[in-house]
């Protein structure tokens, strides 16, 4: 019954799993509630201008008329990339002046609407809005705000480009040979750098595999920097500055700058120099106003852009007004607030009896009596907590039954062992003479010794699994004779009268698929111990019949049952249930008067359980008991392959 209760769906509202649910749903309808909320405070008209179109189309139509303008010294022939662009995003894309003179228009409307007063954004190469573009970062640009695709007079020519190439790829060949997985990647102007896994230059540094060719300027670059070096001295001496030296990666500085490791990657970020804040600062200005003032006679001037609408209409959207902004932050920290104090709530309530769990857990750990853990609720981690309390209360008794058993095993065995070395001893002392009967007691507590190590052998091969079986066809008939007739003479000695009866109804037991050997030591100890406790004058019967139908109710087969009745002294019912345990004897003061060692019953269990039979016993104190064998009977196929003559094939088993 508390198995098939354990096993039953608890209801929802009970479960872990419900109470999840419903703070989901909490959460949720915040969540809901909030974007309603904002739905109402905002207007439709506000929405649409200030979200407008998705942001990252409107990034890429930026970048890509910024790439435009970067690699043209005007904006002729934009209309073909403005209508592509259209095209591709489904929206109108104009380009005007800074004084509103068209330069391209997407709009196929006869008479397009008039443009908005603001522009969604200016497209200037040499002022690059950094919100919108993130091409500088991923190239390595500058944080000066020029387009790194704006080159200008850096722009290599094919010859250079060529060789420039060919020293590249036979660097990066050299890296891979190494071990250095590399590439050649190529910059705005043409200068291709090898580019390593992981982008760490300092790989490189202690490689072979240099090329000068590519750490010197061209002669393209020298005359570009020795122009832009110029241009920035004289910014400086209009100042009263001392002048400096640019590098190829537009550092500068007194002197000559340490040149980077082979094939790295330009860094176009002015690095200042051993210098004073404030002398640096200037440089770098006049850098900055230098490299505009050399590019802009190769680049487009700045252009007005205005995104909208197919149907016409431009607005601008790149932007949220502040008091939207803080609407939309005030939603989400309420939402993000309800979130946290629901989850806080359930997660502590959740948490403390898992937290309990984990203590007991430590203490049975280390060793210490635990108590048992508090249930509160009928719900998963309650039904957990009682699970624990099973498994902590059955390994009490498991450590109990391990002491006890060792215990017992100390006993069983030191007994024996004390009577053989008290006869050696008096031999020893002359005390006795070692004649035939004294031989004899050697010998019997010798044998006894040996039956309770056979015995602990077998169950401890039945626990680890490695007890075998090699079944074969067995007529029961044939092996209750063979345990009887092996018995009969201890139970004459006793006084004790042993019989095997025949078959219920005169009808033949079927043939069992067991192992003979086995079979005949579990029914023998039953009979033994019949004997050992049946009073002289007594009657020891054992007989064997078929049944219908298996012990668990299936019809396929049927089963045979081996019944061992006596007229001895019977158990109580307070000692029934611990018959077939190791080491049980009703004699609680081990006085072996009846003999054996409490391993018997529990080898027959073992047996049996082995052959895929049950064993049980029932008895009346005073008048008797009667132990009952059931084991499957032999499969229908078995005899039909016996009766053709084919022995029957079956793995061993274990």
């Known amino acids: 019954m508390r198995g098939e209760q354990r096993r039953s ?12 649910l419903a703070v989901s749903a909490l959460v949720a309808a915040c969540s809901v509630a909030a974007t309603a909320w904002l739905a109402v405070q905002t207007t439709s008209g506000a929405i649409k201008q200030e979200q407008g179109q998705n942001l990252t189309a409107d990034a890429r139509i930026y970048n890509t008329l910024l790439g435009y303008a970067a690699g043209h010294p005007t904006w002729d022939g934009v209309d073909g990339t403005v209508r592509d662009l259209a095209r591709q995003s489904g929206r109108r894309i104009a380009l005007t002046t800074e004084q509103r003179r068209p330069l391209a228009d997407s709009a196929s409307l006869p008479s397009p609407p008039a443009l908005p007063p603001q522009a969604s954004a200016i497209v200037d190469p040499l002022s690059v809005d950094t919100a919108l573009s ?9 944080a000066d705000r020029v387009d790194p695709r704006a080159v200008g007079p850096f722009r290599l020519p094919a010859a250079e480009r060529t060789a420039l190439q060919n020293a590249a790829d036979r660097n990066a060949a050299c890296l891979n040979r190494i071990g250095i997985a590399a590439d050649v990647v190529r910059g705005a102007s043409g200068r291709p750098r090898v580019q390593v896994v992981g982008n760490d230059p300092d790989r490189l540094r202690n490689t072979r595999c240099t090329s000068e060719e590519l750490d010197t300027p061209t002669a393209t670059e020298r005359k570009a920097l020795d122009a832009l070096n110029g241009l920035a001295n004289a910014c400086l001496k209009r100042q009263s500055r001392s002048a400096i030296h640019l590098n190829p990666d537009l550092s500068w500085g007194d002197g000559p700058m340490p040149r980077p490791a082979a094939g790295v990657a330009k860094v176009a970020t002015p690095v200042p120099s051993v210098r004073n804040g404030e ?5 770098a200005s006049c850098v900055d106003t230098a490299r505009r003032e050399q590019l802009s ?41 309800l979130t946290v104090g629901a989850t806080v709530l359930a997660g502590s309530r959740l948490v403390r009896p898992l937290h309990a769990l984990t203590g007991a857990a430590q203490r049975m750990r280390d060793g210490e009596d635990s108590a048992p853990v508090r249930v509160t609720d009928d719900n998963e981690i309650g039904r957990l907590a009682a699970a624990f309390n099973d498994m902590a209360d059955h390994r009490a008794r498991l450590e109990t039954q391990r002491k006890d058993m060792v215990s017992d095993v100390a ?13 050696l001893e008096a031999a020893q002392d002359g005390l006795a003479e070692p004649d035939p009967a004294f031989i004899a007691s050697l010998h019997t507590e010798a044998v006894q010794l040996q039956h309770i190590i056979d015995d602990l052998q077998d169950l401890a091969a039945a626990d680890a699994g490695a007890l075998r079986l090699h079944p074969e066809p067995v007529r029961i008939e044939d092996v209750l004779a063979q345990v009887a007739a092996a ?13 095997a009866l025949p078959a219920v109804g005169d009808a033949p037991a079927p043939e069992l698929w067991a192992d003979p050997v086995r ?6 100890n039953l009979v033994s111990n019949a004997v050992r406790h049946t009073p002289s004058g007594g009657r020891v019967t054992v007989r064997a019949y078929g049944s219908a139908s298996s012990a668990d109710g299936a019809a396929d087969g049927g089963e045979v049952v081996v019944e061992v009745a006596d007229t001895g002294s ?19 003061s081990r006085s072996r008067r009846t003999g054996g060692s409490g391993l018997g019953l529990a080898i027959v269990r073992k047996l049996v359980e082995a052959h895929g039979g049950s064993v049980s016993a029932v008895s009346v104190e005073g008048q008797g008991s009667v132990f009952t064998l059931r084991l499957p009977a032999a499969p229908a196929e078995a005899g039909s392959q016996e009766a053709d003559g084919a022995a029957p094939k079956a793995p061993d088993r274990a």
């Open 487 to 499: 018995h009969q003479a201890r139970a004459e000695t006793a006084g004790v009268a042993l019989s």
């Open 519 to 524: 079979l005949r030591q579990a029914i023998g």
């Open 411 to 423: 006993h069983e065995l030191r007994t024996p062992l004390s009577n053989i070395r008290g006869w």
């Open 134 to 142: 993130r091409t500088a970062d991923r190239e390595g640009g500058a």
């Open 279 to 283: 002398d640096d600062r200037a440089a």
């Open 9 to 20: 769906r608890l209801p929802l509202r009970r479960s872990l799993f419900g109470r999840l």
């Open 570 to 588: 019977g158990i109580s019912a307070a000692h029934l249930p611990h018959v077939f345990d190791r080491f049980w004897r009703a004699e609680k």
């Open 297 to 337: 006679s190769y680049v487009a001037s700045p252009a007005l852009l205005f995104i909208g609408d197919e149907g016409g209409t431009t607005v601008p959207g790149f932007d949220l007004s502040p008091a939207n902004t803080a609407k939309i932050a005030g939603a989400a920290a309420l939402v993000l607030a």
